[in-house]
């Protein structure tokens, strides 16, 4: 299982003081409220920085981090992905799964088939749309919903779809 989970982006810097701009990646984006601290990462490496405040502004997150207190110190940091290790993450409800352990799996129909690979999770505000490569390197777009989501199962790496008329 993947150690790290990417919450979000730096995308700029904010006012004078080292604060950065940050597009989060997550659904609840005060989340950012409980973190104490979080990596940056930017090319090959990783560094943890501990946050001194956190602000929210037209959606995007802004966060003070110790020791970056100037304009040029926080430019450093555009472009850099926020990572929290998986003991930090936000706690999920019940048949609830984060996106990272879910790409990869393999697909099935209930009647057992082999449709293909996860590679994909899309959002659409009404549900998630999980995009299945086969083996043809086609594409399978299916609702994540109860009606086809039949069962998944990290510990067989493996999730079983119904294939609902109009799927195919």
Known sequence: MQEYFEIGQIVNHFGIKGMVKIVPYTDDITRFDNLKTVYVAIKQNKKQYMIEEVKYHKNMVLIKFKGIDKVEDAECLRNGILEVERKDAAKLEKDSYYIADLIGMQVYTDDGKTLGVLDDIYNTGSNDIYVIKTEEYKQILLPAIKD??????????????HMISGLE
């Open 148 to 161: 086809v989501i039949k069962e998944i199962s990290l510990e067989e790496n493996k999730i079983i779809v």
